[in-house]
C-alpha cells in the first residue's frame, strides 16, 4: 500500500472553507477549515474549540480519512477511534472534533442501529463541492495562525464565502 501523507505545512494549504459545528457530545462549538494542496489534494483541520480542551491544529488528507475508514470492518459502525492512527502522540480529542467536522461536512451519519456509532456516506457529492472550491481558485481570507483553545471562535460560525483571489503568504 503506498504511503498516505497526512499532514503538511499551513504555508502549502490554500483555504477553500471555514465551518463551525458542535462536537460529538455537543458540549463544544468546533471550527474547522478544509483545504487543499497545490495538487488538489483535500485536507482538514479543527482550528477552534468554544470550551477548553486539547486538540491538535495539524492539516489531515481526506486521502488518509479514508484510508482509516477501509480499515473498520463492512458493514459494522464506524467512531472517531478510527482516526488515532492518524494522530498518534497528539490530543485525545482530535479523533472525535475531526469526526464531527466530517459528519457536519456529510461524510459520515449516525447509524441507524448503533446508537454510539456511524456509518460512512459516499463522499462524491462533498469531493464535488470541493473540487469546485478547488477550481475557482480563490482562498479565503482568514488569520495566519489559528488560536489555539481560545474558548472562542474563528471566522464568523457560518460557511464563509469565498473572498478575492488571494494566497495567504507564510508568517
Not at 479523533?95 to 456529510?106: I, R
Request: hydrophobic content about 30%; aromatic content about 8%.
Amino acid at each position: 500500500m503506498k504511503s498516505v501523507s497526512k499532514t503538511h505545512d499551513d504555508s502549502a494549504i490554500r483555504i477553500l472553507k471555514t465551518a463551525s459545528c458542535p462536537s460529538l457530545s455537543g458540549k463544544s462549538k468546533l471550527t474547522y477549515h478544509i483545504g487543499c494542496t497545490d495538487k488538489s489534494e483535500i485536507q482538514f483541520r479543527v482550528v477552534a474549540n468554544s470550551n477548553p480542551g486539547c486538540f491538535n491544529q495539524n492539516w489531515v488528507t481526506l486521502q488518509a480519512i479514508e484510508a482509516a475508514f477501509e480499515k473498520s470492518p463492512p458493514n459494522e459502525p464506524i467512531t472517531a477511534v478510527l482516526f488515532d492512527s492518524l494522530f498518534r502522540g497528539k490530543s485525545l480529542n482530535t479523533p472525535f472534533f475531526l469526526f464531527a467536522a466530517l459528519k457536519n461536512e456529510g461524510l459520515v451519519r449516525a447509524a441507524k442501529e448503533n446508537q454510539r456509532g456511524y456509518e460512512r456516506i459516499d463522499s462524491r457529492d462533498f469531493k464535488t463541492k470541493i473540487q469546485a472550491l478547488i477550481k475557482s481558485t480563490a482562498t479565503l481570507q482568514t488569520q495566519d495562525k489559528p488560536k489555539k483553545n481560545t474558548g472562542k471562535q474563528v471566522g464568523s460560525g457560518k460557511t464563509s464565502s469565498l473572498s478575492k483571489q488571494r494566497q495567504i503568504s507564510p508568517s
